[in-house]
């Protein structure tokens, strides 16, 4: 039996959600798909102690949300798991604006643009 993944997706919009679970599911490589729609909500997750061992093998994340956008986020992580922790971070975004480009070509985090 092949193993299957863990995802969290952090996405304000209902509707992208909606669609990113519909075809996370589609493909079976998922026993777990978590939706978050709040940026803090999830980062209160990985802050959480008790969850250090339960963390997703990839990150979906919305770039463009209110409050935290997906960099101040990836920041959020980076600061929390120094040593410990380098997730699969995919952006979500429908931007092509070059200052995304420049941001996304400043950090380390996310391996590129969905």
């Given at each position: 039996?092949?193993k299957?993944?863990?995802?969290?997706?952090?996405?304000d919009?209902?509707?992208?959600?909606?669609?990113?679970?519909?075809t996370?599911?589609?493909t079976?490589?998922?026993?777990?798909?978590?939706?978050?729609?709040?940026?803090e909500?999830?980062?209160?997750?990985?802050m959480?102690e008790?969850?250090?061992?339960?963390?997703?093998d990839?990150?979906?994340?919305?770039?463009?949300?209110?409050?935290?956008?997906?960099?101040?986020w990836?920041?959020?992580?980076a600061?929390v798991?120094?040593?410990?922790?380098?997730?699969?971070?995919?952006?979500?975004?429908?931007?092509?604006?070059?200052?995304?480009?420049?941001?996304?070509?400043?950090?380390?985090?996310a391996?590129?643009?969905?």
């Amino acid at each position: 039996m092949e193993k299957k993944f863990s995802v969290f997706v952090i996405d304000d919009s209902m509707v992208d959600s909606f669609l990113v679970r519909q075809t996370l599911e589609d493909t079976n490589l998922f026993s777990e798909i978590t939706i978050y729609s709040d940026s803090e909500e999830a980062l209160a997750f990985f802050m959480d102690e008790e969850n250090k061992n339960n963390l997703p093998d990839l990150i979906l994340l919305d770039l463009s949300m209110p409050v935290m956008d997906g960099y101040e986020w990836i920041d959020e992580i980076a600061d929390v798991y120094e040593d410990g922790f380098d997730p699969v971070v995919f952006i979500l975004t429908s931007s092509n604006q070059q200052k995304d480009h420049e941001s996304f070509n400043k950090q380390y985090t996310a391996k590129e643009f969905i």
